[in-house]
């Protein structure tokens, strides 16, 4: 790790006013990511920014047909908490299934979306729950907030201060992980709004996407065996070592199936 | 630029001067001298640098010493009692086999007081699965779940039941 000088901010406002004083400066949440790209030399910040003394960032609330969790929120605190659990159940099973539990007591929301690695669980989640991002500065669409592999809507320097999940009827997570890391090879997220059926994807592309083909045909016959005809096609999905663009593409069919079998 | 942290460290209050980028699991070690915490992949997935943080169970080699300022961290060494009686899943972890080098058994411990404290009767698959950020190469893992599992029923208050062979 090249040397940084470490920061410890007790609000938002120090943090961005901080940010706006050195010349390299980055923000650290569970340090689960950053941690690692540091040690690997990857980045050289001139200056950490640590969020992790900060209350505005942590609580998880009902508010606004939702659930509001802050950004600095632990993997397993949205896991385990009751709030969670009763109103979106099935983004506390989407938390619980992230890593590791030494690395769920210490990762955060925020850190993950920010990330926005293209086999992260939370961006699923973010996109299928019609979820708004905060920032200290303005509102942003979940729709909107994945840009790229690895990018996102977030100006140089924004900070995420929470996001706003909209309670669905039922939803349900489905992953086919990585064995070893846990990342999603593919996870797909599905979601009932009334009418409205949202299906959104992760792990299989340069980052999270709605397949609308499925969310047409589910909002027209909601069970799983509606899928059977429908096909993904694999252009332009990830292959790699793990598995093949094509493999991806009928593991968000199968994933799909899941889900919404498990939406009951 | 060197900063000054300061912490509980199984019990003890500790400060000292530390460079800034110092990992949790450096400090612990070098400058504490508490090597049984270790290293085995340095890259966050093998679990034998765990450690408690505020009874939370953390991987040290991914967090800074900064970061744990003022909290309370326990360290395998931390566990036994002041008399040396081995903590109950210590005890289980020998009386079951659950190591063959060791390398891997401090990790494992702390992984599995926290995993029990938290339920503390678990089912064979939840132990399976509140070990999966911890990495074996030696046991194949059977002793290690059994070990976990007699271990959970000693930390209750029950007596640890013997290995079967
Ligand atoms: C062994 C292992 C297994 C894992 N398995 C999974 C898995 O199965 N699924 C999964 O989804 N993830 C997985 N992860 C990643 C994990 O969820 C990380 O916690 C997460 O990606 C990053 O969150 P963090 O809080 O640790 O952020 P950090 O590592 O601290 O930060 C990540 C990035 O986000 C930025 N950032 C952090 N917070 C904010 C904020 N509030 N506003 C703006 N920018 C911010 C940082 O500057 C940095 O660029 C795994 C990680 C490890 C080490
Ligand atoms: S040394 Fe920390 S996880 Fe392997
Ligand atoms: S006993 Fe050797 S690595 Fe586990």
């Not at chain 1, 969020?51 to 505005?56: K, M, S």
């Not at chain 1, 990585?178 to 999603?184: D, E, K, L, V």
């Given at each position: 790790m090249y040397a940084f000088t470490y920061h410890r901010p007790k609000s938002v406002a120090d943090a961005v006013a901080l940010q706006g004083r050195f010349e390299d400066p980055k923000l650290l949440g569970g340090g689960q990511t950053l941690l690692p790209t540091l040690k690997q030399r990857l980045a050289r910040p001139s200056d950490l920014i640590d969020?992790?003394?900060?209350?505005?960032l942590q609580g998880i609330r009902e508010e606004a047909g939702g659930l509001t969790v802050g950004a600095f929120t632990r993997h397993a605190q949205v896991a385990h908490s009751d709030v969670v659990q009763r109103v979106i159940p099935a983004l506390a099973s989407l938390a619980e299934g992230i890593g590791d539990r030494q690395v769920r007591n210490m990762g955060t929301l925020g850190g993950s979306i920010c990330n926005?690695?293209?086999?992260?669980?939370y961006p699923a989640a973010v996109v299928a729950l019609k979820a708004t991002v905060r920032t200290d500065r303005r509102e942003i669409a979940g729709d909107d907030f994945f840009t790229g592999m690895f990018e996102t809507?977030?100006?140089?320097?924004e900070i995420v201060t929470a996001v706003h999940f909209q309670t669905p009827d039922k939803a349900a997570y489905a992953k086919f992980r990585?064995?070893?890391?846990?990342?999603?090879i593919v996870g797909v997220f599905v979601a009932v709004f009334g009418s409205e059926v949202r299906v959104a994807v992760t792990g299989a592309g340069p980052s999270v996407f709605r397949a609308d083909d499925m969310e047409a045909t589910l909002a027209q016959d909601f069970r799983a065996?509606?899928?059977?005809g429908a096909s993904v096609s694999a252009d332009g999905l990830n292959a790699d070592i793990h598995a093949s663009a094509d493999y991806r593409a009928h593991l968000v069919r199968v994933m799909a199936r899941r889900a919404v079998e498990a939406c009951g | 630029m060197p900063c000054t942290v300061s912490m509980t460290v199984n019990g003890k209050a500790v400060s000292r001067e530390v460079?800034?980028?110092?990992l949790l699991v450096t400090f612990l070690r070098d400058?504490?001298?508490?090597?049984?915490?270790h290293v085995g992949?340095?890259?966050?997935?093998?679990?034998?640098c765990v450690v408690h943080i505020d009874g939370r169970s953390v991987k040290s080699c991914t967090m800074l010493a900064a970061q744990a300022d003022g909290a309370a961290v326990t360290t395998i060494?931390?566990?036994?009692?002041?008399?040396?009686?081995?903590?109950p899943m210590q005890a289980a972890f020998r009386e079951h086999h659950?190591?063959?080098?060791?390398?891997?058994t401090p990790g494992m411990v702390m992984s599995a007081v926290d995993l029990v404290t938290a339920n503390p009767s678990p089912s064979e698959h939840e132990v399976r699965e509140g070990l999966e950020g911890n990495i074996c190469r030696?046991?194949?893992?059977h002793n290690i779940v059994k070990a976990v599992m007699a271990g959970a029923e000693a930390m209750q208050g029950g007596t640890l039941k013997a290995a079967a062979e």
């Open positions: 969020l992790g003394q900060i209350p505005e926005a690695d293209p086999s992260a669980d809507a977030l100006e140089p320097g990585n064995p070893a890391s846990r990342y999603a065996d509606a899928l059977n | 460079e800034e980028r110092t400058q504490l001298g508490l090597t049984g915490t992949c340095d890259t966050s997935q093998c679990g034998a060494e931390g566990l036994a009692a002041a008399d040396g009686t081995l903590h659950g190591l063959q080098c060791g390398f891997c030696c046991t194949g893992y």
